[in-house]
Nanobody, 110 residues
Framework: QVQLVESGGGLVQPGGSLRLSCAAS????????MAWYRQAPGKERELVAT??NGGTTAKGRFTISRDNAKNTVYLQLNSLKPEDTAVYFC?????????WGQGTQVTVSS
């Protein structure tokens, strides 16, 4: 059974940083397109960053990376703002396969 397990969330002050991790229990991890989404209370889930063999995309203060040897994708969050408060979800896609993690809470508050 495929599992995506996120970690690294928590409470951080405005201007701070966090690094989120997503460990994937999938074979051929390097073939998967990986992404991070977030969902704030009362809002729709939104795409934050993607990483594929073709490159990466990410919102301005964030950086996505992956370690295929560890089956892990990371999201570096810098210069955090209160509006970045949300549950952050990891996503893995390969053809018709589409998997989600359970999410990790990021709260930005003084």
């Amino acid at each position: 059974q495929v599992q995506l397990v996120e970690s690294g969330g928590g409470l951080v002050q405005p201007g701070g940083s966090l690094r989120l991790s997503c460990a994937a229990s999938v074979s051929s991890f390097s073939l998967y397109a990986m992404a991070w989404y977030r969902q704030a209370p009362g809002k729709e889930r939104e795409l934050v960053a993607t990483i594929t063999n073709g490159g990466t995309t990410a919102k301005g203060r964030f950086t996505i990376s992956r370690d295929n040897a560890k089956n892990t994708v990371y999201l570096q969050l810098n210069s955090l703002k209160p509006e970045d408060t949300a549950v952050y979800f990891c996503n893995a896609k390969l053809f018709s396969k589409n998997y989600w993690g359970q999410g990790t809470q990021v709260t930005v508050s003084s």
